[in-house]
């Protein structure tokens, strides 16, 4: 008897367990491409505005609401003894600078001049100068089909900036947006880098509150000159729907959802985001602004992301 209790037991689980790991799949599956279309949201706003919200007033806006969204989790934290800003504070600055400051009004800047396709392909190179920088200083190894696929984005990346016309590069014609961009993607890489070391108990939410801080105090600057210069189309209703856009879509939602797959799934698996995002950004792009991709960035999207696919094996 016992023995056929067993047996029975057994087969139910053996019946839930396909079921429940096709759930946490569908449920992963959703998860990525929820957050890969709120990440590729704010590269539709950037072009769709096109510079007629000033970019650096869009960043700090957009950051302090981040910032003060998730600022209840950081204060706690800063209570518990967490965060000791103390030793944290410039870490957390250089966070908020290269992750915040640099992609954030270059972006906005950048949809002035090129399209949201070339924006989200260019940041999809993040990972390859992560590994680049890391083996650089080595700590990571790089082997032999990691720099393959090092060189194979780097070239697609070339040529999509130089819209298939390699000599453009040398005359210095491409968009000027693209230029932006790199900036800001060079800015995410060091972001990446060094966003696990700044306040390093402090949980992901916390870090990004105190972050996105950061981030809304570098960019005041610019921010306030804008809204000296142009205060009509800093404090436009246009504005200010973008303003609350950024911050909760592409800034607590993309943030919190992120959050939530890592720790559900792990930062390895989590990390496929990048790589939806060219996709989402594409047919966003498409839906949204009527810009559908061009043969020259489905190959330099091939190349990209097949060299980020490849900078990932060992």
């Not at 998730?70 to 908020?96: D, F, H, K, M, S």
């Not at 790089?142 to 900036?161: D, E, F, H, K, S």
């Not at 130089?162 to 005359?171: A, D, F, R, V, Y």
């Not at 992301?305 to 990932?312: F, H, K, P, R």
Request: aromatic share 8%.
């Amino acid at each position: 008897m016992g023995k056929g209790t067993s047996e029975g037991g057994n087969e139910a689980v053996a019946g839930t367990a396909p079921s429940a790991a096709g759930w946490l799949g569908a449920i992963a599956l959703i998860g990525f491409i929820l957050v890969a279309t709120a990440q590729a949201s704010n590269q539709i706003l950037a072009r769709g505005l096109a510079g007629s919200v000033p970019s650096f007033a869009l960043a700090f806006f957009r950051w302090s609401i981040v910032a003060i969204g998730l600022a209840p989790i950081a204060l706690a934290e800063i209570r518990a003894g967490r965060v000791p800003l103390a030793e944290n504070i410039r870490p957390i600055l250089a966070a908020g600078f290269m992750g915040m400051f640099l992609c954030g009004g270059p972006v906005y800047a950048a949809g002035v001049s090129t399209t949201a396709i070339h924006i989200a392909l260019i940041m999809a190179l993040s990972p390859i100068t992560v590994l680049v920088i890391s083996a650089v200083l080595g700590m990571e190894h790089v082997g032999p089909l990691q720099w393959l696929g090092t060189a194979l984005a780097l070239a697609g990346a070339l040529l999509i900036i130089s819209g298939g016309h390699p000599g453009t590069l040398i005359e210095l014609e491409t968009a000027s947006g693209d230029g932006l961009v790199v900036i800001a993607m060079l800015g995410w890489s060091g972001y990446t880098l060094l966003q696990w070391r700044a306040a390093p108990k402090a949980s992901l939410l916390a870090r990004m509150s105190l972050f996105a801080a950061a981030g809304a105090l570098f960019s005041l600057p610019l921010a306030a000159f804008e809204m000296w210069t142009m205060p009509a189309q800093v404090f436009s209703a246009k504005a200010l729907a973008a303003y609350v856009f950024a911050g909760i879509v592409p800034g607590l939602l993309a943030y919190a959802g992120f959050a939530w797959l890592g720790g559900k799934f792990g930062s390895v698996r989590t990390s496929l985001v990048l790589y939806i995002g060219p996709i989402a950004s594409a047919l966003l792009s498409f839906a949204i602004l009527g810009e559908p991709p061009r043969l020259i960035h489905l190959f330099g999207g091939v190349l990209i992301l097949g060299g980020v696919w490849a900078s990932l094996r060992k």
